[in-house]
């Protein structure tokens, strides 16, 4: 967004400040505002970067389809105009779309931006039978798991932008909610994180978290560089505990679940191919497929 001082001085080329404040006073809330609290002209001319601020954010927010999309400063905050010591100025509070609460604070993310945990059901794309399936799973699951009840996760396969992370984040953010721990980690960051804590001492303890968390989610598995000791090591130990205790894990990939076990493979030999094979058993236990063949409709 053009910084407002920028704006003034494009404008101020066309238009003296009061034919801005002219401008200005048409929009209706300004207006409003501006006669609640009896202004004077000095008043509205010290305060115009206020009242520009103001105005271009409104109309961007008047604009905006979803958080998803959001272009201001602050994400899912509009601002409002207030007096303070007999100035003009702007308050922040949450728009329309913006409905987080303290639940978000269950999440723990890694490697991923914090806009992504905006995404809502009240945004899901339907279009196509692979979104409806996978939002139908989706409700069953936040309707019928429980510690005692569990419930498969779900590994979402499909092409880059297909939404996969999005709808991910959508679940996390409903578990959250829920008042479940959630891991949310981009998988090949979090690779280059274990990697680098092998010698500081840390590893088992960030091996441990992932392993007992109640709800993880994995972004993006098979997008790392290969490493037989995160496979076997790492990996592997991880998702065989959240097997036998049945912990719910989701993942996404660009490759279908099948493909990992080429995927994780260090060369073509058996004994290559048997390690590989051992991952994805253990993610066919913790997961349901499903394929995204279609980007989403913004």
Do not use: W
């Amino acid at each position: 967004m053009k910084k407002i001082n920028d704006y003034l001085l494009d404008k101020s080329s066309k238009y003296s400040p009061d034919e801005i404040i002219d401008r200005l006073l048409e929009d209706a809330i300004i207006n409003r505002f501006v006669l609640t609290n009896d202004l004077k002209h000095d008043t509205i001319t010290d305060g115009i970067n206020q009242l520009l601020t103001f105005k271009e954010s409104k109309d961007t927010c008047n604009q905006c389809q979803g958080l998803y999309e959001c272009k201001l400063n602050y994400l899912g905050m509009q601002p409002r105009l207030v007096m303070y010591d007999s100035e003009i100025a702007l308050d922040y509070g949450k728009c329309r779309y913006n409905t987080s609460d303290e639940s978000r604070s269950k999440i723990d993310a890694m490697y991923v931006p914090r806009k992504v945990f905006n995404a809502d059901f009240s945004d899901f794309d339907l279009i196509g039978s692979s979104r409806k399936e996978i939002q139908k799973y989706m409700l069953e699951f936040l309707h019928d798991y429980s510690k005692t009840n569990p419930k498969k996760g779900m590994y979402l396969s499909g092409l880059f932008g297909s939404g996969k992370t999005y709808i991910l984040a959508a679940m996390a953010n409903e578990l959250a909610k829920k008042n479940f721990n959630i891991i949310f980690a981009y998988y090949p960051d979090l690779v280059r994180e274990l990697k680098s804590s092998i010698g500081t001492g840390e590893l088992e303890e960030k091996i441990q978290r992932l392993k007992t968390v109640d709800v993880l989610f994995l972004d993006d598995i098979g997008g790392e560089t290969n490493s037989a000791f995160i496979r076997d090591e790492v990996l592997g130990p991880i998702l065989q505990h959240r097997v036998l205790d049945e912990l719910p894990t989701f993942f996404s990939s660009n490759i279908k679940m099948r493909s990992l076990i080429e995927a994780m493979q260090i060369d073509a030999s058996s004994h290559e191919k048997t390690k590989a094979v051992r991952i994805y058993e253990r993610i066919h236990e913790l997961a349901i497929e499903f394929e995204l063949t279609e980007k989403p409709i913004r």
